[in-house]
């Protein structure tokens, strides 16, 4: 399984998953989910995956090598394209493609075709977008009303997001709440596992800005996990007993 | 979808259920997922139930009118076994008595066969025990390193029970646990409704404590909601931020 959390905020974007991939149980490796197609002052563009692995190194090959423009015979990357919305088209089409190379096949022996894209960025003066592309190619837009999005396993995580993020918070803070989200996930769940990677990028600066593995050891991390049990079960003290418990 | 929290803990029992029940998203009605089987003094059961709703229905019903014992052909109720352990085995006997009754057409019809019970309680001098009934009759009980079940919908609300969770807290913090791990689900998953039927139960005190139906109204239920949302936020802004954020 996997957890992946990208938010597109006021002022940039921020994007962290883990790195935890099982086949089975008993049968678990750690592979990053994260790939960051850059050219500073030109384009910041990062993906991150959920799914069958096979599939997205698939994908991310594809679109490494460059994908065949039909009408013009050319080959286009994340390095070409002159917007988000052509770089999601390009990832939709890459899915596309791999689909129609392994699907049949991978259906035909009862594995399910199964992908999740995330992908944000921004190119030269365009708009900064964070998007998110299924397994059919088909994507939507995050916007100011849902800013985040969330690949694999969402739930756990999810409660923290709708309370505490708006379009307008602090990267900062967004920060720390992806990683309060991660972090309940990571309790809850074997299959989403350390470490993690992070990337934030700040609106118009077209390089990401921090761009970070974080380990078992990361003493930030470390620091955060028990603040934030800690924080919890105080606030819950400090939360006043319903008056109706003496009835 | 359904979501239930019971917890057995040093000095009682808390049970918390919601109350809406869904044939589709736009086929939605109110339905109490909790019964009390209580003679003050003498025991003091209380059980919720999970999935189909006709094969809770049948359930509840077999169990108010009684499971005859194949050796001796008495009726059995909750109000006459003589430990929480035989009224575990007499869930079980009811949940395989209404799949031996229904189970097989409901899979020739493509409908899962999908009950959850819980059930909490105390019978007497006997040990006060929570146990979870599974669709096949099975069951497992709550201990001391495990002491809460959930039923249904239980990604949402589970971090907050994982963290803030010990055998050893008063009651009146496991009731706000309970409700905040509720209210984060409600939050978060339209199939998981209001209002909730509560039950607190004191150990040995073998009648219920506290047994409240919470509404939208609710004025305590509706200042934890505010509340919580506002500390979070606040714990996530006394937060330090990582050192790394100025790399």
Redesign the interface.
Known sequence: MTYCIGLRLKDGLVMLSDTRTNAGLDNIATFSKMYVFEQPGDRMISLMTSGNLGVSQAVLSLLNDGVEDPATGDLQTLYSVPSMFRAAQLVSEAVRRVFAMHGELMQAQGVTYDIGVMLGGQIRDRAMRLYQIYSAGNFIEATEDTPFFQLGEH??????L???VTYDIPL??A???AL?SMD??L??NLSVGLPLDLLVYRRDALRSG?R?RITEDDA?FR??RE???G???E???????????R?
Do not use: M
């Not at 739930?155 to 923290?160: A, E, F, R, S």
């Not at 606030?235 to 418990?245: E, G, I, N």
């Open positions: 739930k756990y995580g999810k409660p923290i709708d309370r505490a900062i803070e920060v720390k709440l309060i309940s996930t309790r809850s921090i970070r930030y620091h955060l603040f934030w049990s924080a919890l079960r606030a819950c003290q400090r939360l006043p007993s319903p008056d109706w418990v009835e």
